[in-house]
């Protein structure tokens, strides 16, 4: 932004012919106008003015710099003017989808966010723990938590989640902490159904990764509710960090076999590889990335 700065104030000298034209235009001082075409001719190596007590001329150096000057001031005006267009033209409608638990905890505020700014534009969030085809359903964006097989999709990585191993105080009071993944054989299992049969938990021993078949005494098919009894002392949990965090910073559950966790599952954003992206997508992309990939780091420092 500074050498864009010198860079119009050289214009301004050029073309008002003096030093102090140029301070006027810009509503600063001649010390500042000064100042400026000083640092810009000692950052270029090149005297661009030749300067009397009684007028200014253009070096050739100079006269060429001057052109180059107004076309990269003029781009950077057309930019900045098709942006604002673009942002006050925003309408029509976006779909996308979540994972039920990751959408309403950190893809909803952004877009309840995003919609505040562009109120011409609708959205439909479909939070569903279950692959949704893009190019079937018509759907716009996707996030997506785990590897994720070979398609025409293009991915953009945004970070990732760990997966961890919970129960309550009170629980482990009872019945002792697991020290290792097989302990979980002899303890109460809370299992999570989602959209298959309930999956072996999976740990890290040795660097190998092993399957622990628990048989849970409670499972259901919505996490929240297989997080509440746990914090009710029914059980250990197997959870990603994300769905856990809140019951972990308020102490209603306590982590086990940290030591064993299997290596953390990717997150991504994807959408459909389209040669001409609309520019709602665009706009909606560009607002997410950065928030998410903001957020999952800092679940992942905490």
Known sequence: MDKLRAMATFVRIVDGGSLTAAADAAGTSLTSVVRSLAALEQSLGTRLLNRTTRRLSLTAEGRDYAQRCRQILAAVDEADAALGAQKASLSGRLVLTAPVTFGRLHVAPLVTSFLKQHPDLSVELLLLDRVVDLLEEGLDLAVRIGELPDSSLVAIPLGKVRRVCCASAAYLRRHG????????????????????????????????????????????????????????????????????????????????????????????????PDRLMSTRVRALLDWLVPRLRESLASAAAG
């Open 177 to 272: 902490t697991p020290r290792e993944p097989s302990d979980l054989l002899k303890h109460r299992c809370i299992g999570f159904k989602g959209n298959g049969p309930n999956p072996d938990w999976r740990f890290k021993v040795a660097g190998r990764t092993v399957r622990v078949p628990v048989a849970p005494v409670f499972v259901t098919n919505q996490i929240e509710a297989s997080i509440d009894a746990s914090i009710a002392g029914l059980g250990c949990v197997s959870l990603l960090h994300y769905q856990a965090r809140a019951g972990l910073e308020s102490g209603a559950l306590k982590e086990v076999l940290r030591g064993y966790e299997v290596d953390p599952l990717p997150v991504h954003v994807l959408y459909r």
